[in-house]
C-alpha cells in the first residue's frame, strides 16, 4: 500500500460514454500525476497538478479531461474515447510541488480501461 | 529531446543467474536517475535511486546500479536473481526542462525468471 489509491480498477466503456476516473492520496503530497501506460511503450505523462493547479499539460487530447479539488484528490473525466486509449492509467504523487528535483513518485495501483 | 532507452523489452533467466538490465538516457546536464518496479498486480514502486555522491547505489532486495555519467548509462544489477524478482523494471531520469525537473520513464523491460 503505497497511500495512493485509484478507482475503479477496472473499466470498461463505450465510444460514446462518460466516466471519470478518481485518485486519492493519503500521504500528504502537494504534486499529482497522471500517466498512461501502454504495453511496449515509456510512461506518458498526461497531466501534472502541483498544489491544485495544472502546471503540465503534455499535448493530450481533449476528450481526457483532468481535475483536481483539492491536494488530496484528482480526477481524470473521459467522454468519446477512441480504442486507443485503452490502457493502464496510472496516478502519482509526490512530496514538492511539481519539478522538484530528484523527487521520488508515489504510485497507484492504476485503473485499467477497455474502450469497445 | 530528453529521452530514456532500455535495451531489451524482455529478459528471461534462471534462478540464480546474474541480472544487469541496461538503461542510457539522453541529456547532458544534472540529472537524477531511478529504477523502479511493478510487479505482476502491485503498483509500481521505487526500488533505488541516484541524486548524487557515490556512483554506485543500492537498493532495496539485493538490486544496485551504477551511474556512469560518461556513458549516460543507468544499469542496474543484481548477482543472483529469485523467482520472486519477476515483474517489470522500468528506468527513470529526472532533469531539468522549461519550467522546472521533470521526470521520464523507459518503456520498460519484463523479466521473467524461472524456478
Known amino acids: 500500500e503505497t497511500g495512493v489509491t485509484q478507482t475503479p480498477r477496472h473499466l470498461v466503456m463505450g465510444m460514446t460514454n462518460k466516466k471519470s476516473l478518481k485518485c486519492e492520496q493519503h500521504?500528504?503530497?502537494?504534486?499529482m500525476y497522471w500517466y498512461k501506460q501502454s504495453a511496449k511503450k515509456p510512461l506518458e505523462l498526461m497531466f501534472v497538478?502541483?498544489?491544485?493547479?495544472?502546471?503540465e499539460n503534455n499535448s493530450v487530447p481533449s476528450r481526457f479531461s483532468p481535475e483536481c479539488p483539492n491536494s488530496s484528490h484528482l480526477f481524470l473525466h473521459l467522454h468519446t474515447l477512441q480504442p486507443e486509449d485503452s490502457a493502464l492509467y496510472l496516478c502519482?504523487?509526490?512530496?514538492?510541488?511539481?519539478?522538484?528535483?530528484?523527487?521520488?513518485?508515489?504510485f497507484g495501483p492504476g485503473t485499467r480501461l477497455l474502450v469497445l | 529531446a530528453q529521452s530514456v532507452s532500455q535495451h531489451n523489452h524482455h529478459v528471461i533467466l534462471s534462478e540464480a543467474a546474474s541480472l544487469e538490465l541496461g538503461c542510457n538516457y539522453s541529456?547532458?546536464?544534472?540529472?537524477?536517475l531511478f529504477w523502479y518496479v511493478q510487479y505482476p498486480g502491485q503498483h509500481l514502486q521505487l526500488l533505488l535511486k541516484?541524486?548524487?555522491?557515490?556512483?554506485l547505489v543500492k537498493g532495496i532486495k539485493g538490486f544496485e546500479a551504477e551511474f556512469i555519467k560518461s556513458k549516460f548509462s543507468f544499469n542496474l544489477r543484481k548477482p543472483s536473481v529469485q523467482w520472486s524478482d519477476t515483474a517489470e523494471y522500468f528506468c527513470?531520469?529526472?532533469?531539468?526542462?522549461?519550467?522546472?525537473?521533470?521526470?521520464?520513464f523507459g518503456a520498460g523491460t519484463r523479466l521473467f525468471v524461472k524456478a
Open positions: 502519482a504523487s509526490s512530496p514538492g510541488g511539481s519539478g522538484g528535483r530528484g523527487e521520488t513518485q508515489y
Open positions: 500521504l500528504g503530497h502537494n504534486a
Open positions: 497538478y502541483s498544489l491544485e493547479e495544472r502546471v
Open positions: 541529456y547532458g546536464g544534472t540529472v537524477n
Open positions: 541516484y541524486f548524487s555522491g557515490d556512483p
Open positions: 527513470a531520469v529526472n532533469a531539468r526542462g522549461t519550467g522546472g525537473f521533470k521526470t521520464i
